[in-house]
Nanobody, 124 residues
Framework: QVQLVESGGGLVQAGNSLRLSCAPSGRLFGSSAMGWFRQAPGKDREFVAA????????QYADSVKGRFTISRDNAKNTMYLQMNSLKPEDTADYYC?????????????????WGQGTRVTVSS
């Protein structure tokens, strides 16, 4: 059973930074694309960022482009989301995801594996 475990969420003031981490279990990590989604209170879940299995390709939602950076360290079996210049509208539960297919994450927003989520709250 593959599990995705997020960490790094918390309360931060607008303009500051946070780094989220995701550590998958099992043999999933090295052969899967991975991504982050978020869901704000009362809103639909939305795509945030994705990274290919090699780390060579990334994609971002327009709302976070230039502020967030997704990366992965396959040697450490960990994926990261560096979030800079945070805004109150970034407040949400952030979910780590993984899927063997890039398109499933980026185009369909239906990755096979999901974490439990970590909450990010940005105060104004």
């Amino acid at each position: 059973q593959v599990q995705l475990v997020e960490s790094g969420g918390g309360l931060v003031q607008a303009g500051n930074s946070l780094r989220l981490s995701c550590a998958p279990s099992g043999r999933l990590f090295g052969s899967s694309a991975m991504g982050w989604f978020r869901q704000a209170p009362g809103k639909d879940r939305e795509f945030v960022a994705a990274i290919s299995w090699s780390g060579g390709t990334t994609q971002y939602a327009d709302s976070v482009k230039g502020r967030f950076t997704i990366s992965r360290d396959n040697a450490k079996n960990t994926m990261y989301l560096q979030m800079n210049s945070l805004k109150p509208e970034d407040t949400a539960d952030y979910y780590c995801t993984a899927d063997p297919l890039w398109e499933t994450i980026v185009d369909l927003s239906t990755p096979h594996y999901w974490g439990q989520g970590t909450r990010v709250t940005v105060s104004s």
